[in-house]
């Protein structure tokens, strides 16, 4: 089975610190995806990677950026983080090919204070 | 710009009677569809999918239908039961050629299925 992990499940911070939430698979999966989820909204993607060190934007990457060191890592930064950044965040992996299904992790629920 | 759209935040029905669940489209791109369900405090769990080379796809009690003349797909589950209760997500996909979509995933913005016992 393949095991996306979020390092937090919940996690508090204050307007202006820079965050760090991190994701890890164990599928040896190209491709990883950040995506945020609210209410009425659905899932929004913010950014993803398909290879190590390559990223590419999503839908609302503002106020975001990633990084992709080792394969099985992704991390999302919030640089300075506001409230309106305040959501549940999904990280995701999938194998590369056309109509691959996405895996998720459990989420980070993020409170922006 | 909702690419994806369930246009019912809700939907409630009796155990044992048919759950069916719409999401409507509106990019002609999009050639490849999923359904995805997710219960409070999980990640999304993929359902089952559709390529728009069919109009029907099957797996036990679910069935996906695709109507590509009316951008419109829908899920069904026959007999629901109580542990349906989740929110679903649709989602939608396009191959790009010499793009790169890398499986990026467009998805709607979800319905919360109620099976009462």
């Known amino acids: 089975d393949v095991k996306v992990t979020q390092s937090s499940r919940y996690l508090v911070k204050r307007t202006g610190e820079k965050v760090f939430l991190e994701c890890v698979q164990d599928?040896?999966?190209?491709?990883m995806f950040w995506y945020r989820q609210d209410p009425g909204l659905g899932l929004r993607l913010i950014y993803f990677?398909?290879?190590?060190?390559?990223?590419e934007k999503g839908d609302i990457p503002e106020g975001y950026s990633v990084s992709r060191e080792k394969k099985e890592r992704f991390s999302l930064i919030l640089e300075s983080a506001s409230t309106n950044q305040t959501s549940m965040y999904l990280c995701?992996?999938?194998?590369?090919?056309?109509?691959?299904?996405?895996?998720f992790g459990d989420g980070t629920r993020l409170s922006i204070l | 710009d909702q690419q994806v759209k369930q246009n019912s935040p809700s939907l409630s029905v009796q155990e044992g009677r048919i759950s069916i669940l719409n999401c409507d489209y509106t990019?002609?791109?999009?050639?490849?569809f999923l359904w995805y369900k997710k219960y409070p405090a999980e990640g999304p769990t993929f359902l089952i999918s559709?390529?728009?080379?069919?109009d029907k796809n099957e797996d036990g009690r679910f069935t996906v239908f695709l109507n590509k003349s009316a951008k419109h797909l829908s899920l069904h589950i026959v007999p629901s039961q109580p542990g349906d209760s989740a929110v679903y997500f649709c989602?939608?996909?396009?191959?790009?050629?010499?793009?790169?979509?890398?499986?990026?995933?467009?998805f709607g913005q979800g319905t919360i299925l109620t099976v009462h016992p």
């Open positions: 990019n002609s791109m999009f050639d490849y």
């Open positions: 559709i390529s728009s080379i069919k």
């Open positions: 989602a939608a996909s396009a191959n790009l050629r010499g793009g790169t979509s890398y499986g990026k995933l467009t």
């Open positions: 995701a992996s999938s194998i590369q090919g056309f109509g691959q299904p996405q895996h």
């Open positions: 990677s398909y290879d190590v060190k390559m990223k």
């Open positions: 599928m040896d999966h190209e491709n």
